[in-house]
């Protein structure tokens, strides 16, 4: 390994001059469960500089970016949000790879953090899979929108489908996950002031989302594409707070 890229030691900033690089970094770091200093020993850097590289203004050389995208299973585009507007899945299946059915307490753990996921319902004009920001409360799918939208219509389905999933074009990778569930209204004012701080702002989309919706859990399946072992082709699944959701319609 080459010798750490050395860095002053500079306060943790406030998020407020954080780049989408940093952001971005941050992100995919966390998503493969690894601290700042595991990501430092990984790619050959000092942990102030991925202090600095996350909460900071900071522009890499080309080097220390393909270090970074290496030690985070990922690639320089990615990172710097090269391929945003690229359709997900069009990288090369891997020769060993195949799919593993996840269990139920799997699934779970992979949904918990909550995030972006898919209602998929009968409407008026048809089927319809439109995306929200959603949390996980009580064991049930916690999402938020506005009246007149597709996904305030699942309280009047007998039946709705939630699907969340993960791609990883670096390494042709991810998991699904689906709930089969039935979907109501959550009219209790206790309920909703405890929903309300775990909504971390607007839906993506922006507007008024006053109407809140969950999602009771009949059916949860899941699979994950594995390599000829059985074994996960990336980061494994952690269980982490509702807190960590953002309910609200998505874009």
């Known amino acids: 390994m080459p010798d750490p890229i050395p860095f002053p030691s500079r306060p943790q900033g406030d998020g407020s001059r954080r780049t989408d690089l940093g952001r971005r970094v941050t992100a995919r770091r966390e998503a493969l469960g690894l601290s700042r200093q595991e990501l430092a020993e990984r790619s050959g850097t000092a942990p102030t500089y991925i202090d600095y590289l996350e909460d900071r203004e900071s522009a890499p050389g080309i080097g220390v970016m393909l270090r970074i995208a290496d030690a985070l299973q990922t690639t320089v585009p990615d990172l710097t949000g090269g391929t945003v507007d690229r359709p997900q899945g069009r990288g090369s299946a891997l020769r060993d790879a195949g799919l593993r059915e996840l269990g139920e307490d799997e699934c779970r753990a992979l949904l918990s953090p909550g995030g972006v996921g898919r209602v998929a319902l009968i409407a008026s004009d048809g089927p319809s899979v439109v995306p929200v920001n959603y949390l996980v409360a009580d064991d049930e799918i916690v999402y938020r929108t506005a009246s007149d939208t597709v996904p305030a219509a699942a309280a009047e389905a007998t039946e709705v489908a939630f699907e969340v999933d993960h791609i990883d074009d670096a390494f042709s990778q991810g998991w699904s996950v689906l709930v089969v569930g039935e979907a109501r209204r959550i009219t209790d004012p206790d309920t909703i002031r405890e ?46 707070h509702a807190e960590n959701g953002n309910p609200g319609e998505s874009p």
Do not use: F
């Open 195 to 240: 929903l309300e701080p775990k909504a971390r702002g607007l839906a993506w989309a922006g507007g008024e989302r006053p109407l809140w919706l969950a999602i009771s859990p009949r059916r949860i399946t899941g699979r994950r594409i594995v390599n000829s072992l059985g074994t996960p082709l990336g980061g494994s699944a952690r269980t982490l």
